[in-house]
């Protein structure tokens, strides 16, 4: 006994020159804390260089599961003091707990009885980087902790290399996408093309992306552009060991929102095609669903939201209808012993959030929308009502519509209007842009001698070549007739330059099928020019100029640099040098 009472007083003075640090989690579009993560502050009072070491010396030394119980009690006191409601606790979770001897269940929701906390505001972060070599042993812990109502949050992910079979494995409820892919996101193409794959994973399994280590107002807009949730980083705070430091909205991040002139109006869901479904409140009792549905026949399910109106799932009628309409099915749900709260019959729910707009809400539907009626719509990951397929349908007719009226109708690529709006972000973002103008030379001329169709094919030759050799992140676009455009942003310009030459000898190589066998021998055409001379020309090629808009560019230079380029550029049939826009 004395021996154990010794372990404790240990155990209480390692803990005692520890202590936690908070950093806010935000909502990328809000600035409203939504969590904060807990971070060890002063083991190198215990003599340790890194919190690593620190926690490596508790598992040799088989105290892993006990240290950590004291300083999980420790953080979760420390957060009981943070007056923000609805506020969550990440709290890191040494995989290594599992292979303690005195691991069991039960112990954190002792501490939340005994502080009055709610099993849903705590989140436990698992990172890729621990120990994944016992698989049985992982699920076992996850499995554990979601059975008891905590949240699962995937950390540092993308750095591990068995990350996917983790998130598959966890059934997580977030990933927080680690620094290295944030840090300079803004420049880095492969690095944006990465996080956004991950987000539209993430985003069809039900998944919240939370984005690590944010320090640059540039990193913020490129996270909100491809739909990051939720931040975390110097750029709102760094971790602090005072919780009055912690706010309740970093006013800071709702205003770069609203100055962001990228944002994209157009495709915002109009609350028209919105259903508000009331919902039932998770502490609702199987008696308060039965007369639910009683109250609301035409109703098949009824969505459940927690005490602050956060999404938690649904519940279907027919999972309950055998038991509602049996002998003494409302007796017994009316009886005390028997009144279960719904979250045996809560399942999962295909949900977006408003901001996100129509293009994605149809994309999630069209991923996931076979299991459901239709999909809810949050805002802020309160609930705000439900799309039912009709509306979805109509929704989908309407962007066809608009998506249509903006695209070239023989190549389908975008129009005027999204070169507009491309150009117009070109002036508002820290990337480098590169726009490349393309020309046919003596197009008119092969038209007139060959006639439209052919002329058509050329085109189509020429619009196909550029999907095809051109990365997914550039932005292609046809300005009409045999006039391309392309956007390029974060590459380099000696980059830009070899892929457009590139581009421009394998047209000039393919378009010649398009002639008959004497005038690719000849290598030109006779034909009238446009003022009915008969003279040569030669076989189709397409001329290019590039123009380069950095951050000090003037956009008022814009239309007298195009001008002399569509010019100059006839002159040659290489990519002319740079521009640069001052």
């Known amino acids: 006994m004395s021996t154990s009472k010794n372990q404790s007083e240990n155990f209480s003075i390692i803990v005692d020159k520890l202590d936690y640090a908070f950093q806010p989690i935000v909502n990328t579009r809000t600035g409203k804390t939504f969590a904060v993560e807990a971070l060890i502050r002063g083991y190198q009072n215990l003599g340790y260089q890194s919190i690593l070491d620190l926690f490596d010396s508790f598992f040799d030394k088989k105290i892993l599961y006990k240290i950590d119980l004291i300083l999980r009690k420790k953080a979760i006191e420390k957060f009981s003091h943070i007056k923000i409601e609805d506020l969550k606790?990440?709290?890191?979770?040494?995989?290594?707990?599992?292979?303690?001897?005195?691991?069991?269940?039960?112990?954190?929701?002792?501490?939340?009885?005994?502080?009055?906390?709610?099993?849903?505001?705590?989140?436990?972060?698992?990172?890729?980087?621990?120990?994944?070599?016992?698989?049985?042993?992982?699920?076992?812990?996850?499995?554990?902790?979601?059975?008891?109502?905590?949240?699962?949050?995937?950390?540092?992910?993308?750095?591990?290399?068995?990350?996917?079979?983790?998130?598959y494995l966890s059934e997580a409820d977030y990933i927080k996408l680690d620094r290295f892919f944030i840090k300079d996101i803004n420049k880095d193409s492969r690095k944006k093309l990465f996080c956004s794959s991950?987000?539209?994973?993430?985003?069809?399994?039900?998944?919240?992306?939370?984005?690590?280590?944010?320090?640059?107002?540039?990193?913020?807009?490129?996270?909100?552009?491809?739909?990051?949730?939720?931040?975390?980083?110097?750029?709102?705070?760094?971790?602090?060991?005072n919780i009055l430091d912690i706010k309740d909205t970093y006013e800071d991040i709702p205003n770069l929102f609203k100055n962001d002139r990228r944002n994209n109006k157009s495709n915002l869901i109009d609350k028209d095609y919105i259903e508000f479904i009331e919902p039932l409140s998770i502490n609702s009792s199987l008696h308060d669903l039965f007369l639910y549905f009683k109250e609301f026949p035409n109703n098949t399910f009824v969505p459940i939201i927690d005490e602050y109106e956060t999404l938690i799932g649904v519940v279907y009628e027919v999972d309950i209808k055998k038991l509602s309409y049996s002998q003494y099915g409302l007796s017994l749900a009316q009886n005390v012993s028997f009144r279960s709260r719904l979250g045996s019959y809560i399942k999962s729910s295909l949900s977006i959030e408003v901001s996100w707009g129509i293009d994605k809400t149809l994309e999630m539907f069209n991923l996931r929308g076979n299991e459901s009626k239709g999909i809810f719509v949050t805002k802020n990951s309160k609930y705000v009502g439900f799309i039912n397929v009709n509306n979805l349908l109509s929704l989908s007719f309407k962007r066809n519509i608009e998506i249509a009226q903006n695209q070239n109708p023989l190549t389908k690529l975008p129009g005027n209007n999204q070169i507009d709006k491309f150009i117009k972000e070109s002036f508002n973002t820290e990337d480098i842009t590169h726009i490349a103008y393309f020309d046919f030379n003596d197009f008119k001329p092969f038209n007139d001698y060959y006639g439209f169709r052919q002329g058509d094919r050329a085109i189509l030759i020429f619009s196909e070549l550029l999907q095809k050799n051109l990365s997914k992140n550039s932005f292609i676009a046809h300005i009409g007739g045999d006039d391309f455009f392309v956007g390029f942003r974060g590459k380099k310009f000696e980059k830009v330059y070899k892929k457009i030459d590139q581009i421009q000898e394998e047209f000039r190589q393919s378009v010649s099928s398009l002639y008959n066998e004497e005038d690719k021998e000849n290598g030109f055409i006779r034909t009238k020019d446009r003022f009915g001379v008969v003279r040569k020309f030669k076989l189709l090629s397409v001329c290019s100029a590039i123009i380069e808009i950095t951050k000090y560019s003037n956009s008022s230079n814009l239309d007298k640099v195009l001008g002399k380029i569509k010019?100059?550029?006839k002159l040659t049939t290489t990519p002319l040098a740079s521009c640069i826009l001052m």
């Open 89 to 167: 606790l990440f709290y890191n979770l040494d995989n290594r707990l599992l292979y303690m001897p005195d691991f069991e269940k039960g112990n954190t929701n002792k501490i939340l009885n005994e502080l009055n906390i709610k099993e849903r505001s705590i989140c436990f972060e698992i990172t890729e980087n621990g120990s994944m070599q016992n698989k049985i042993m992982i699920n076992k812990i996850l499995t554990n902790y979601k059975s008891e109502g905590f949240n699962i949050a995937i950390d540092d992910f993308g750095t591990g290399i068995s990350g996917l079979e983790l998130l």
């Open 567 to 569: 010019k100059d550029s």
């Open 198 to 241: 991950i987000v539209e994973m993430a985003h069809v399994m039900g998944i919240v992306v939370i984005a690590e280590g944010i320090e640059t107002i540039a990193e913020y807009y490129t996270c909100k552009e491809i739909n990051i949730d939720y931040i975390q980083g110097f750029l709102i705070l760094k971790p602090s060991l």
